[in-house]
């Protein structure tokens, strides 16, 4: 019995090391639930308790070890009150390997947390004396493990609707037609066969085509997803909604949205999105009794995801294992949520469907990425093909894989409307892509190129009425807004820019839009990311652009240089730089015209929305955060 206290001395850095690893853990966990902000996380990051504690409780143990051995070889003179100090220090190092340490929290703080954590682990090893108090704490530690692991698989499994709002206490009249709008991201119209694209086969978009109204010039506003969708949702030009770049701003609160308009009306509004840049704090959730915008439940990703600011040590790993995922949905998720909304609604519906497959990084299915290569030989090659070639054909291939997606949900809204005889569906893309046009290969964000502006717009009427039609001229996105209202019988949304598009079915053209746009479409790439910082002397060069697109014509500027502005001739799809000096006179018509509409367009304050870690790793991964086709 005289020998018990000095094998337990020899035994106390196995357990010092062991609640070094646990304390560390749980400092981590603590600082990362302070930093989200907002108490309705907790969930989350206890649902990730499991795996910092195991992990750092492991890693405790390896260097608890490690200094009992050292007081083994030493015969004891190595204070067993060192060890939790080592641990810790191990741990911060590891820290600092995995680039998102303590040690560099802003300011002093850091610094406190870890001085704290150390002079709250350093006494607990000197508690320990007894085996029954060893016992305990380690009990404590696998009970901490075992419920953590309960409560990811709890979290993991989970998918509850994302119930906002209560029904409508009026609903819409049963005549009324189900309203559903489409968006596929990142889809030029001259890639698909409905507008002359090779290379790829959309039997279900074909299908559809030939039931619909198909816009031969439907014109985005501008070339990145939030502001773009926004002018969907609204009918109005980004200057008119105050959302003008991804992930930093939203539409302004004074702004009526089309889902609110349809929700006044009494019907059922849902909405299922696939990324990011139209989450619902941007203001899209607006006017939706169902706003889906919950990132993809799958595998590891989901956790990492939730627990990506708990655990430090596992801070970089987690970037690399879900860069190319970070804040989008798969299509066929969004698909399955959209059709358990369809099966379930009692009354007419208003459904906004967002589908992000096409927006690079381009990681089509096998399936679709074999049957692109396969027809690889009739596609026309990119603008730059040793630079987008590949990348032009995953993108092909990811289309298809958007087609089959439109079959899924097409089957679902048949099941609950037998031959959409009371459903009208819209399919557009909020911009395209460039693989080479301009120079900008395999990006969007600065380019007001047709490779970006022109996208595909295909209406179908209730019983397919009308289908086949095709109109000529210039049409908007501003204008889906009033076309959608207008089915449904309702008002568009106060102070929209847009007009209702189906008259012009009948005619096959569109006239010239009233108002502000008389004298052509405006457009825009306003995003945060083209103002930089260049020289050494703080000078910043402004890359954004304003456009004017008329009739076989478009007119680009940048801030500032509006006199030097550049003209492009558009004939049979494609676009010519028409050379300083040639042009003169049309090139000053335009710039006038684009004078007056800039002065003409209500605005509206920009309203920021504050942009966190996570946000900026969620806008780096999609290609919004840094642009280096930008200047």
Request: charge should be neutral.
């Amino acid at each position: 019995m005289a020998d018990a206290p000095e094998v337990m001395r020899r035994a106390d850095p196995l357990a010092y090391g062991l609640r070094c690893g646990t304390a560390a853990a749980l400092l981590e966990l603590g600082l990362a639930w302070s930093g989200r902000g907002s108490g309705g996380e907790l969930l989350e990051t206890l649902a990730f308790a499991g795996l910092p504690v195991a992990v750092y409780g492991f890693a405790g143990l390896l260097l608890g070890g490690a200094g009992a051995f050292l007081q083994a070889r030493t015969h004891g003179r190595v204070p067993g009150a060192v060890v939790p100090l080592f641990a810790l220090l191990g741990l911060a190092a590891a820290d600092l390997v995995a680039r998102a340490p303590l040690l560099r929290l802003a300011g002093p703080p850091g610094w406190f947390a870890l001085l704290l954590a150390a002079g709250l682990v350093a006494p607990w090893g000197r508690l320990a004396r007894t085996p029954a108090r060893v016992r305990f704490m380690r009990a404590g530690f696998a009970g901490v493990v075992l419920a953590g692991a309960v409560a990811t698989a709890a979290w993991l499994v989970r998918d509850p609707e994302q119930v906002r709002l209560p029904l409508p206490a009026t609903s819409a009249s049963a005549d009324l037609p189900n309203v559903v709008l489409v968006t596929w991201d990142t889809v030029r119209a001259d890639l698909l066969p409905i507008y002359g694209g090779r290379g790829l086969e959309t039997p279900v978009l074909d299908t559809l085509a030939a039931e619909s109204v198909v816009f031969d010039e439907m014109t985005a506003v501008a070339p990145i997803t939030g502001p773009s969708h926004a002018s969907l949702l609204t009918g109005r030009m980004p200057p008119s909604h105050g959302l003008r770049s991804n992930g930093s701003q939203r539409i302004h609160e004074a702004v009526p949205t089309l889902a609110e308009g349809f929700r006044a009306a009494g019907y059922d509004t849902g909405a299922f999105v696939a990324a990011f840049p139209v989450h619902g704090r941007f203001g899209f959730a607006r006017g939706f009794r169902i706003f889906d915008d919950r990132p993809e439940q799958r595998q590891l990703l989901a956790l990492i995801e939730q627990g990506r600011g708990a655990v430090r040590l596992y801070d970089n790993l987690s970037e690399r294992m879900s860069k190319s995922d970070y804040k989008r949905t798969r299509g066929e998720v969004v698909i399955g949520r959209a059709e358990r909304f369809v099966a379930g609604s009692q009354r007419p519906f208003f459904l906004w469907v967002h589908l992000f497959d096409a927006h690079g990084p381009h990681k089509p299915g096998p399936e679709f990425r074999a049957r692109a290569l396969a027809l690889a030989g009739t596609a026309q090659p990119a603008a730059d093909v040793a630079a987008c070639g590949a990348s032009l054909t995953d993108h092909r291939a990811e289309i298809m894989q958007l087609d089959a997606h439109l079959g899924a949900l097409r089957a679902a809204l048949e099941a609950a409307d037998p031959g959409l005889a009371h459903t009208t569906l819209l399919l557009t893309s909020d911009h395209g892509h460039c693989f080479g046009e301009g120079g900008i290969r395999n990006k969007h964000v600065p380019s007001l190129f047709e490779a970006t502006q022109h996208i595909p717009a295909v209406l179908r009427l209730p019983g397919g009425v009308q289908g086949g039609a095709r109109v000529a001229g210039l049409v908007s996105q501003v204008d889906v807004a009033a076309t959608l209202a207008g089915i449904a019988g309702i008002e568009p949304p106060a102070d929209h820019q847009g007009r209702d598009l189906r008259p012009f079915a009948a005619t096959g053209t569109a006239p010239p839009p009233p108002g502000p746009f008389a004298e052509g479409l405006y457009m825009e790439a306003w995003h945060a990311n083209l103002v930089r910082r260049v020289d050494a002397d703080g000078s910043v060069r402004d890359n954004r652009k304003q456009g004017l697109r008329v009739p076989g014509w478009k007119l680009v500027t940048l801030p500032g240089q509006e006199a030097a502005g550049m003209l492009y001739r558009i004939a049979g799809g494609r676009e010519t730089e028409v050379p300083a000096g040639e042009e003169t006179e049309r090139r000053g018509i335009l710039l006038a015209a684009l004078e007056r509409l800039r002065a003409a367009l209500p605005t509206v304050p920009e309203t920021a929305v504050a942009i966190s870690r996570e946000d900026m790793r969620a806008l780096a991964a999609l290609g919004y955060a840094d642009d280096p086709d930008g200047p």
